[in-house]
């Protein structure tokens, strides 16, 4: 097997990009049998997992939720943090204990872990039970190696195609309402604790062509909002020929006309002010801006390769917020880097009291194999950590409670997307700010874009009641 290799993806030569389209297969050998998906990670692996959900419907398969009782098990795997891998390695579990009694089962392991050198190893020697082990970049040959797999009753490992661009993929969504699209793939950043640019590979963008030719299909079928999807959106074009970069895409796909448009994620660096003049013109494009911080120390931005300082970071916040009225910034914060001092975190704290979020995701650092940060030696304890979490985690909700209570009795435009999972009489849905409110509203509203007036605040929700318009003679 051609395992994935650290020191080969770091040097990332060649820039060429191969545009490809994939096609259907035709096969019912495993016609009405059930598969079972898993899906672990962030959106794009939930996005893959949707165009794997295509190509197993389209071998004639149906979806289980019941482990027990799927002849094929597709794991799609996240490698971000430690922890991720635990989850997955603990139900791996339960499937190597099925499969003892049930050996013709088919088990396939693709997402991020299967990129990693470390993993794909330790797959290889010591869960056997695995039968396919599938890159990122080879999702759509999926269908073929489940049936391959079935065939010969042979263990398939599968090599990566990191260079190229796949069109004509087909997915079997999870909303009807709101959906993703991807507009690049990988990244080239290399943030020195990070993994995704070994499993997700060099960052590539599609076409602006395919993308507006998705984003109006998506428009005609009745979708309401589509999310840009790219590592760091910022980014797209770069490898392109033209001239042509995010802010002019995020124009064209504005002028698609349809109802609300997002993206992430963006990066703090190199995010322009052609971006903010787009974002702040067309009103389809959300108020919402998810710029990760990471850490308010410069010498800890630094030392994560993030290049960018803590000023440039708050000037760009205060511009964001001067430009988009009522727009929301929320982040992404790491704590526990190597060498982190108390200093160091306090910069973090101050960033987040300057800026005021409206969320974030806040985690403890965690050593990646292979990445450059795995190497720095670090003396922060774990109960250090845990505790600094604890402070920030303290803060970050204090002003998303603050934000929240800020939207009291406004009439929001709020996009309904389902019936609230909290009382089964109301519909929840988002604000054009990304805040998540549960309705008081009939259940025809679903897939509607309404008024809601906010009547109440809590720290990671809104309730409201619809505001219905006054009919004119
Ligand atoms: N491309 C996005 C983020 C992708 S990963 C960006 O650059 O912002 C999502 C988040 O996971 C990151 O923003 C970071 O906060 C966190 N993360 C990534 N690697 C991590 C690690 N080794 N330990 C802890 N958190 C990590
Ligand atoms: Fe990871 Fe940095 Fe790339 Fe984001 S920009 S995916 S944090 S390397
Ligand atoms: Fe996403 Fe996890 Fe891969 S966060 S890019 S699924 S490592």
Redesign the pocket.
Known sequence: MNLPNIKDARKRTDKKVDYKTVWEIKDDTLKNQKFFLKTYG?QMNVHDSEQMRAILENLGMQETDTLEDAKVIVMNTCA??ENAHDKVFGYLGRIKHLKKNHPDIIVALGGCMSQEEGVAKEILQNHPYINIVFGTHNIHELGNLILQANKDKQDIEVTSEEGCVFEGVNYKRDSKITAWVNIMYG?D?F?T????PYTRGKERSRKKEEIIKEVNSLKKSGYKEVTLLG??VNAYGHDLDEDYDFANLLESVAQTGISRIRFV?S?PWNFTDEMLNVIAKYPNIMPYIHL?L?SGSNKILRLMGRRYTKEEYLKLCQKIKDTIPNVTITT???VGFPNETEEDFEDTLDVVEQVKYDGA?T??????EG?P?SMMSDETTLEEKENRLQRLNEKINYYSKLSNEKMLNKIEKVLILGVSEKDPLKVYGYTEGMKLVNVLAPRESIGHIIDVKITDAKSFSLDGEEVKKIKQN
Not at 363 to 368: A, C, D, G, H
Request: aromatic share 14%.
């Open positions: 962030c971000i943090r990244c950043k943030c604790y990070c993994i995704v590592q760091n994620t990066h990760p990471q992404d914060i790491i995701y985690f403890i650092y965690s050593k990646r990445t940060a």
